[in-house]
């Protein structure tokens, strides 16, 4: 039924709000199939990630776990009008149905 | 000399920019005795958290490690003016000299 394997569900969080992210993350856990699932986001977007799991596993997907946060930093070009480029932090964060 | 053992070295980052963080960082780490370190923020602050541990790691503390990051979720008291207490997200960054 999904094209995807259950080893590729990668949501990207963004400028929205939380609860946009924690149905991401609650219809990624829906299939039966899946084991787990990465949440990534850079900069402001941390802190929404870091919400939007943690709303999902308090409030829905109960049995949701998170095995692995990682975090980074990335270059990003410059923006316009400015010639260095950006270095933007990074997070990664894994959850398997325990 | 100091008054603290090895393992309470605790940063809390708030709302300051990332480099005031990235130096409490550095100065816990300059004491040879300090083997561990631990960063902790909640709401908004977490992006500057990750930014700090990460400037501070690429930039100034070579030999650090990111030995454990813990999300979490804690109750805050209702703002002046609303009656509902608030969930805020919270990150522990345990910082390792490798």
């Not at 949440?39 to 998170?66: H, L, P, S, W, Y």
């Not at 923006?79 to 950006?86: A, K, L, P, Q």
Request: proline letters at 4%; hydrophobic letters at 40%; a positive charge.
């Amino acid at each position: 039924m999904s094209k995807k394997s259950s080893d590729s569900n990668i949501i990207y969080v963004g400028r929205k709000p939380p609860m946009n992210y924690v149905l991401g993350i609650v219809t990624a856990f829906s299939g039966a199939e899946v084991k787990e699932v990465t949440v990534k986001a850079r900069g402001q977007a941390i802190t929404t990630a870091v919400d939007a799991v943690e709303i999902a596993r308090r409030r829905f997907v109960k049995e949701m776990k998170v095995s692995k946060i990682a975090i980074g930093t990335e270059e990003m070009p410059p923006r316009e009008g400015e010639s260095n480029s950006r270095m933007i932090s990074t997070i990664e964060i894994t959850l398997k149905r325990s």
